[in-house]
T-cell receptor, first 116, second 116 residues
Framework: ETGVTQSPTHLIKTRGQQVTLRCSSQSGHNTVSWYQQALGQGPQFIFQYYREEENGRGNFPPRFSGLQFPNYSSELNVNALELDDSALYLC???????????????FGPGTRLTVL | AQSVTQLDSQVPVFEEAPVELRCNYSSSVSVYLFWYVQYPNQGLQLLLKYLSGSTLVKGINGFEAEFNKSQTSFHLRKPSVHISDTAEYFCAVSEFGNTNAGKSTFGDGTTLTVKP
């Protein structure tokens, strides 16, 4: 059983550019949640995808968007990058058959995004 | 809406001493509770979770936590720490039920430093 993987591990972009981060969920998991973790802070919920549909969003602007594919892997896209977007982006997968199971999240190692 | 307060940003402790990391939460509905550990440059690893049942929860690496509904607390304890426990610890909550499952709210973390 493979765990959650994310790519790339590190990324450097400049203000105004666009970025795509990728996440492969744990085998059999159909729910992916994305979090942003700024330096020195706890993760903040961005959005969740369940069976290829967005299933809730946190307090993030529309320039943060995502996709989930039929194999349940997921992408996070950020347009018009700002300096404050510099953070560790974490994805977490879970099995969404019930509330308790969907809460049992397995996190990937994250992508460190630096915006200059 | 819910919130999590981790009462200590840094906890230094000597090896083999006991430790308690404190977490209080606020929510208008029933919640699930979690503790995660994050080692440098890594993602989050689940230490333990409270979903229902016994309020004393045992996790990995000798950690345990007690859910106290009246005090809205979920403090993490370990009777004897090791150097390898040095890491960042996060308390998190998510709402009971299916609608907001897997959309966790995290505290800002507690840095545990174990000294020889």
């Amino acid at each position: 059983e493979t765990g959650v993987t994310q790519s790339p591990t590190h990324l450097i972009k400049t203000r105004g550019q666009q970025v795509t981060l990728r996440c492969s969920s744990q085998s059999g998991h159909n729910t992916v949640s994305w979090y942003q973790q700024a330096l020195g802070q706890g993760p903040q919920f961005i959005f969740q995808y369940y069976r290829e549909e967005e299933n809730g969003r946190g307090n993030f602007p529309p320039r943060f968007s995502g996709l989930q594919f039929p194999n349940y892997s997921s992408e996070l896209n950020v347009n018009a990058l700002e300096l404050d977007d510099s953070a560790l982006y974490l994805c977490a997968s879970s099995l969404g058959t019930s509330g308790s199971r969907r809460n049992e999240q397995f996190f990937g190692p994250g992508t460190r995004l630096t915006v200059l | 809406a819910q919130s999590v307060t981790q009462l200590d940003s840094q906890v230094p402790v000597f090896e083999e001493a006991p430790v308690e990391l404190r977490c209080n939460y606020s929510s208008s509905v029933s919640v699930y509770l979690f503790w995660y550990v994050q080692y440098p440059n890594q993602g989050l690893q689940l230490l333990l979770k409270y979903l229902s049942g016994s309020t004393l929860v045992k996790g990995i690496n000798g950690f345990e936590a007690e859910f106290n509904k009246s005090q809205t607390s979920f403090h993490l304890r370990k009777p004897s720490v090791h150097i390898s426990d040095t890491a960042e610890y996060f308390c998190a909550v998510s709402e009971f039920g299916n609608t907001n499952a897997g959309k966790s709210t995290f505290g800002d973390g507690t840095t545990l430093t174990v000294k020889p």
